[in-house]
């Protein structure tokens, strides 16, 4: 399959795992990142910050989401705040970085 130059501003991709509940059982979850998609020239500069944390990061790209539920079982709007609610998660915002990561390496990372 050919590779076209340019590529979408926006990447959407998947954060999947496993978070263990108060009886020690695994329970899975996925949901959908919408996010800005970097050039390889920003995320490199993106990356030299060392005084960024990634939280931090994604929350200067990520724009949308789907599939993330209140304790209810009614899907939460995005929202700054919300995003950094569900980071408080530990280990979900590092998840969520390596798999942005990933799927831009996948699709390429012209564009901005």
């Not at 795992?17 to 059982?25: I, S």
């Not at 994604?58 to 724009?63: F, I, R």
């Not at 530990?90 to 990372?109: E, V």
Request: glycine residues 8%.
């Amino acid at each position: 399959m050919a590779i076209k130059i340019t590529v979408s501003d926006r990447v959407t991709f998947a954060v999947k795992g496993t978070l263990t509940d108060d009886a020690g059982a695994a329970q899975g979850f996925d949901f959908l990142l919408t996010a800005r998609r970097l050039s390889s020239d920003q995320l490199q500069a993106e990356l030299q910050n060392t005084e960024r944390k990634v939280p931090e990061f994604m929350a200067g790209v990520v724009e949308g989401w789907k599939k993330v539920l209140d304790d209810d079982g009614a899907e939460v709007p995005f929202s700054q705040q919300a995003l950094a609610q569900l980071f408080q998660i530990p280990g979900l915002s590092s998840l969520a970085f390596s798999r942005y990561l990933a799927f831009d390496a996948r699709r390429g990372s012209f564009g901005s």
